[in-house]
């Protein structure tokens, strides 16, 4: 008997449509197809800024997991450029009438990396260890499970209402549902699966502790019909080999620009930009980072009332700050939504735009006056291991002693100071870098 | 969580929950959980002879190829 809800039949098979979506960030575009004729082979050599601390994308927080191990794992679902939901390893999927689940019908003849032929056993297992994982698996109702209903069908139960889900599913970056052999994913422990066989273009090959991780063209990939557009349709290995070194040091990265010991370059500073830009050899490229976020001890001090913050956030100059951090208006975007500026054409809103950037303290002004304020010293904790959270600090100060409040900055290394995040006696804010969130409901200050 | 953004996330579809959208902005320009001060961008380099370079939510380097 089947137990799951009706699925509707005109909605969501195939594709659903968030919006049409345009880019005019002046990032480098995510188009598609590869040039005709593309010279193929040979090895692209990535310098990139951190190592992984693990390759289980399911486990990692780090961004650096997923944008190596991206090319070695796909999920049953994922996004076009316009960030339209559209099938990767399923063949078509199916949100019930009622949002409470998701049927997704399995691409036959898809290959893992080890020669065996995805299965619904696979995915089931693949969906049960992401959901009980630290990952965007979490994001999902407690209620959620995933079961087989024949060979090459499996529904996602959610339990309750959510059609959010849909976009955590297709989120391709940190946390992201990859599928893999059910044997990998049922004996995997909390620190991580120990092999990594997935069905992408690329095959892991191996990872040499502080030097690097080398990926290898996978040949009996199975290669979607559809035009690539994004992170969707064909995605095809134009190398043979992909290797990201772990560059640590940025001069190091520049440097290795110039001399052509790399392809390409993550992660290049700022203040570099401009240099590299001049020579001819090079090119290059913006997109979005993260965003710059105030947070607040909401357990202890000033900021527990609510009206506090609203104070504070009408009344900074969030240029100011972001030009602080940045320095140039080329490297941030004034955003007043809690989706990135990428994803505004599909969260659309004008709801704060008339109080977001005001740089008028009269607010606080009142707030203070309201209150008696009487110069209670407030305290900012940050870290100079990331300059750009600095540098904000730094203004973010200057600008709340304007204000007239009294503001003393303490400055740690970054172990320090997320321990301190946890002390509710050790500070009033710490302003941090946010990567973006599948839906909004995946912010980390929804949670 | 207040009711809002449970409701938000209980939609039965993608199209309820965007219409839903501007009463969870509401919320956070009520409740200021952070403040969220702007975004920012990265820069990557490339030879130029790396083709169809590109970034989603990641880097993304099938479909690239080198042409030296």
Redesign the interface.
């Known amino acids: 008997m089947q137990k799951f809800p009706r699925f509707a039949l005109v ?1 969501m098979i195939g594709t ?1 449509l ?1 919006s049409a979506c345009g880019n005019d ?1 002046g ?9 005709e004729g ?3 082979g ?1 090895e ?1 050599k ?1 310098a990139y800024s951190a190592q992984p601390p693990i390759l289980d994308v399911h486990e990692s927080s780090a ?1 650096a997991t ?2 190596m191990m ?2 070695v794992y796909e999920s049953l679902v994922t ?1 076009d ?1 316009s960030y339209n939901i559209e099938p990767m390893l399923a063949e078509s999927y199916e ?1 019930s ?4 689940a998701i049927e997704f019908v399995l691409r036959e003849d898809v290959l893992f990396h080890n020669g065996e032929t995805m299965t619904a056993e696979d995915v089931v297992a693949s969906m049960e260890k992401w959901l009980d994982s630290p990952g965007n698996g979490n994001k999902l109702p407690d209620t959620a499970t995933i079961e087989q209903i024949d060979d090459k069908t499996v529904v996602l139960d959610l339990g ?5 889900a ?2 955590i599913l297709a ?3 940190v946390g992201f549902p990859a599928i893999m052999p059910a044997e990998l994913a049922e004996e995997a422990d909390g620190t991580g699966v120990k092999e990594y066989i997935g069905t ?3 095959k892991f090959d191996e990872w040499i502790q502080d030097q690097h991780i080398k990926l290898l063209k996978f040949e009996d990939y199975a290669i979607r019909d559809e035009p ?1 557009d ?2 969707a349709g064909a ?5 043979d080999e ?1 290797l990201f070194e772990f560059i640590l040091d940025s001069s190091t990265r520049v440097s290795g ?1 110039q001399s ?1 010991q ?9 203040d570099n ?1 401009d240099q ?1 830009e001049s020579d ?17 001890n ?1 357990r202890e001090g000033f900021f527990t009332e ?1 009206d506090a ?2 104070a ?2 009408t009344s ?1 100059d ?2 100011a ?2 030009t602080g ?2 320095a140039s208006d ?9 989706m ?2 990428h994803q505004l054409e ?2 659309p ?1 004008d ?2 735009q008339d ?1 977001y ?1 005001t740089n008028d303290s009269s607010n606080m002004d009142d707030y203070l006056s309201d209150i008696g304020y009487d110069g209670e010293e407030i305290t900012i904790i940050t870290t100079r291991d990331y300059e ?1 959270q600095y540098n ?1 600090s730094v203004v973010l100060q200057q600008q709340m002693e304007q204000m007239g409040l009294n503001v003393k900055i303490e400055v740690y290394d970054w172990p320090t100071l997320l321990e301190m995040n946890q002390d509710e006696n050790a500070y009033d804010i710490f ?1 941090l ?1 946010n990567v ?1 969130a599948a ?3 995946s912010n980390v ?3 | 969580m207040p009711s809002v953004v449970d409701d938000f996330r209980a939609s039965a579809t993608l199209e309820e929950a965007q219409d839903k959208y501007d009463e969870v902005l509401e919320w956070y320009w009520e409740y200021i959980p952070v403040v969220r001060i702007g975004d920012f961008k990265r820069v990557a380099t490339t030879q130029e002879y790396i083709d169809n370079f590109r970034y989603q939510d990641g880097f993304v380097f099938w479909g690239v190829s080198k042409n030296d």
């Open positions: 909605t659903v968030l960030s990032d480098t575009e995510s188009s598609a197809e590869p040039t593309a010279t193929t040979g692209l990535v961004i997923s944008d991206r090319h996004v450029s949100l009438e009622d949002g409470t309750e209402p959510m059609a959010t849909l976009p989120f391709n970056s992408g273009p690329f690539a994004g992170l995605r095809e290995a134009l190398v992909l620009m052509r790399f392809d390409v370059a993550h992660a290049v500073p700022f930009a590299l001819p050899n090079l090119t290059n490229h913006t997109y979005p980072g993260a965003y710059l976020t105030i947070h607040f909401k609510q913050r609203q504070l956030a900074i969030s240029e700050i972001l951090a940045y080329d490297y941030y975007v004034l955003n007043h939504n809690i990135m500026y599909q969260w809103s709801v704060g109080v950037n750009d904000g302003v870098a973006s839906e909004p409901g200050f929804m949670n």
